[in-house]
């Protein structure tokens, strides 16, 4: 099915009312669009949105870039816990060490992760350590690393 990140650059410069008056219109008809949408939230600028994106129902994914020299994924622990505790899910980018302190304190549950440090030995072993995966949009993922 079609998805696309879609964002709102603009927003940064945005109050959370100006938001949903002047984003929030054109994001919804957007997300209709598509079968899996989901919002590129790029930067901690964007985060007094995120509120407004987790009341579009139909938007599924959160994807969170925090920003340059904010990347480590336990500084952002609340952040994912208020996208999945809102039923979203939320791709992020760690490291593979930080896989499993991640699902520890935040669940497995609608986490889309891009493995920064991919090894075939660190696949491997997340691969055996979280042998399923869903994607959220209602697709099972397999895949297996040789």
């Known amino acids: 099915g ?9 927003a940064y410069n945005l109050s959370p009312d100006q938001f949903r008056q ?9 997300v ?18 995120l509120p407004a994106l987790l009341e ?15 990347w480590q994924v336990d500084q952002w622990y609340d952040v994912i816990r208020q996208i999945t505790g809102a039923g979203k899910s939320i791709q992020f980018f760690v490291n593979a060490d930080e896989v499993a302190p ?17 090894t075939h030995q660190n696949m491997r072993k997340l691969l055996n350590q979280f ?12 895949g297996t690393v040789p």
């Open 131 to 142: 042998p399923q995966d869903n994607c959220g949009c209602g697709r099972r993922i397999e």
């Open 32 to 49: 209709a669009a598509m079968d899996c949408a989901f919002f590129h939230l790029d930067g901690i600028g964007m985060l007094p949105h």
């Open 2 to 10: 079609s998805t696309f990140p879609l964002q709102e650059n603009v």
């Open 56 to 70: 579009v129902d139909e938007l599924p994914v959160i994807q969170w870039v925090p920003g340059a020299g904010k």
């Open 102 to 118: 991640l699902v520890d304190e935040v669940g497995p549950d609608h986490l889309y992760l891009i493995i920064q440090d991919a």
């Open 22 to 30: 002047f984003c929030l219109p054109a994001l919804h008809e957007r």
